[in-house]
């Protein structure tokens, strides 16, 4: 509930300042800005007056304490009732420290360490100014030809619900009007962006009701139970209808049946974007459409601020409606506590003081060791100290490891991997070679390449993307590695040395041509400030790799979507009775990703004893008891995550081959052995039945536990009702 004072300030507001409250724009608009005075042609071209601005209500892109306290300082002095502005930005994997993308994060399976880089991305944005971050993204993907998976955490909802919840408490903390070193989550896209047609970005999104809220829905929903203050529309249609002008989503479902009543925010042009969706004619009907389905703030277009007047006046808005929209965007700023102190952590030499300091380096390198999945050893890795290497390729010396949306990042302070390998090893045991760029090679770089591989035991190849290449707009057909860089794995093959990859990417590839050739493969996505370190790390042997796969690797893109819980068919291809050809199956690869979800290697070897179930049969009051052993049998200390899946073997709808459950991730010394116990419960089991009702059914179920989605032990059980 608002208080008072916040009702008695929107009443003292005029129409036009109330409209004005429900606008962003971008920072340049802003008198105190560094680059103010630029705009003068947008500002035209979006028909925003300098009274607009005045009155507006939050502006996004602001990154430095200086500029932020000029900005704020500037607005209180033209706005008629000194309502501090918003100031709102996406920090998504860190601020000026970056942290491994989310998808990197989430091959993590670490909460604490999720929960750790959102916090320490709020301290260094919020003493930079920044109120709101535009994150967590918690879309649920299973396309890795969208560029935007590398900003989701993965293919799994539960996974991705755990780790929507630690972002948004990392961000927020759990006194955000008191704790100005934090900032306010706004969790995004609502919804479903992530399941664009195709893989292509902003395209259309259509499924049904019960897929949207088996799957997509939980992690926002997990988000907002965490107490995340902001959602932003998606780009997408939902049932036909574009997100943003979506009343049964919005109002009907996030805001009546969630009982959301924080700020909704638009994504970057979505209100006006409903004209080209062909939803509304032009920009009047585009702002009734969004204002109807409850979007508080409009971002970077200017529907708002041109009709809502109007459409109050011809009575087809109520008043009410805008006034409840500035309340919770008042609301917000009295949370922030930005009425008392409308800077909050904005503190330049703090800012000097925290910002990319060496404890938060050492919390990013840690991120990135624990993101990087392990695809291959044939025990060429970790390397051996007496081995000469050739460190060749376009990400050896390269900075460009941040990823997409890391724009407040700086490449140049980033740890390549030739940093981090020469730190390690003695100067005369590492040599270097370009090898060829990202999409291109030349026959100069090709031998220079075989030359320094000639004289080293062991070859590095640093391959990947660059972070163009992914990230929003950043949609490909095709998903191998560049050509080039493909050459370049074949070019040094004869050499018959062994070639470890390291991989920095943004999606799951198609890794033809690398997982078949090399004889080691890690994949270290975009690991962020510190990855040439972490890599170093894992690669020398001083750090395990213990990441596990969040989102499957495809065979070929012909498989896509492929996705561990996926349902069975009529005529899975291998039942015991199945028939040669009349089955679900393609008959030029197989079902199969190439790498499945859960899927990652170690340098020490982890071995299960038998699962005990502590009964067949299970009820609502007694739940099961799963309990495994597990021990480190190598040599190396390292960290498992013990996966627990289940299977409803007859369900009222169908129900996917496993769904995770539960995991584990649990560090074990050489020759330790520890007991993991879970605990299965009846709520566990439900699922959106074919009427939406969340349930459970009586009958038969396996539980499966193991290291990886498709290495388990399986166990039948009873649900007794
Ligand atoms: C567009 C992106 O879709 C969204 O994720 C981002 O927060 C906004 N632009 C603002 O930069």
Redesign the pocket.
Known sequence: MADQQLISLVERMTLEEKIAQLMQLAVPFFEGAEQSGQITGPMESLGITEEIVHNAGSV??LAGAKEAIAVQEAHLRSNRLGIPLLLMA?IVHGFKTIFPVPLAMGCSWDMELAEQSAKIAAREASVSGIHVT?AP?VDLVRDPRWGRVM?STGEDPYLNSEFARAFVRGFQGDDLSGDVHRVAACV??FAAYGAGEGGRDYNTVDMSERQLREYYLPAYKAALEEGCEMV?TS?NTVHGVPATGNKRLMRDLLRGEWGFDGVLIS??GAVKEMIPHGVAEDEEEAALKAILAGVDIE?MTPCYVHHLQDLVREGKVEERLIDEAVLRILSLKKRLGLFERPVRGADPALEQEIVFCDEHRQAAREAAVKSCVLLKNNSVLPLKSEKRVALIGPFAASGDILGPWSWTGSKEDAITVEQGLRSKLASDMLLTAEGCDVTSVTEQQLDEALKVANEADVIVLALGEDSEMSG?AGSRAFITLPEPQLELIQHLKPLQKPIVVVLFNGRPLDLHGVLDEADAVLEAWYPGSEGGAAIAELLTGEANPSGRLSMSFPYSVGQIPVYYNHFNTGRPKDAPDAQERYVSQYLDIPNEPLLPFGFGLSYTEFQYGKMMLSAEEMTAKSPLEITVSVTNVGEMAGEEVVQLYIRDMSGEVVRPVQELKDFRKVLLQPGEQQDITFILTEEQLRYHHSDLTYSSDAGEFCVMVGGSSKDTEIRRFRLKK
Do not use: P, R
């Open positions: 996004l892109g996406d535009f993204m900003e995004k896209h932003m780009f994504d970057w971002m929003e």
